[in-house]
């Protein structure tokens, strides 16, 4: 955690509204990206975003911070999403999808057909994984994440987390498989 960020948080912790203001603007954007990630839905995703800093105010004095700030809010955030989810019972995988197309759009009128085909196909497989393989793929594969953070984020050991992303890599490798296959024919 930076050094003003420290001193954000803890002015925060003391009840200093400006503080904490300040700490909204410099994560706001990464929590509402990483919500939109999961979830898919632009609306959903902005009431995560806002749920989450409705819960790390209500809850920052309980904040060791053993990890960085933004790790903590993104547990927080992943968490709520993962509610959502569970009570929704819905799964929008837009966001991939646009984010993919805008990387084609350099390619010629065939290979981005191709690339359209391939989206709409990992788009269905995605949305038939657990949340928590999605949460895992979007961590570390679109966000980047250290295998550290992703550790701190879902509250298991980094082993635990290398396991799973694994795992979750596996099953979505075999899902994709008869598409791939289709393509080769």
Partial sequence: ?????????????????????K???????????LAYRILG???????????????AWRNLRKFRQEAQFSTWL?????????SMRRRKGYMSQESLVEELHIQSATLNPAACHERAEALAALRRVLAGMPT???????????????????AEVLGCSVASARTRLCKARNMLRARMRPYIMEEDR
């Fill in 23 to 33: 700490l909204v603007f410099l994560h706001q954007d990464q929590v509402y990206a």
């Fill in 74 to 82: 993104h547990r927080i955030s992943v968490n709520l999403c993962l």
């Fill in 132 to 150: 928590h393989y999605r949460v895992l793929l979007v961590l570390r594969d679109m966000e980047e994440r250290s295998f550290r953070e992703i």
């Fill in 41 to 55: 839905n632009a609306e959903d995703s902005a009431d995560v975003q806002q749920e989450t800093f409705i819960h």
């Fill in 1 to 21: 955690m930076s050094e003003s960020c420290e001193k954000l948080v803890e002015s925060a912790k003391k009840g200093d509204v400006e503080a904490f203001d």
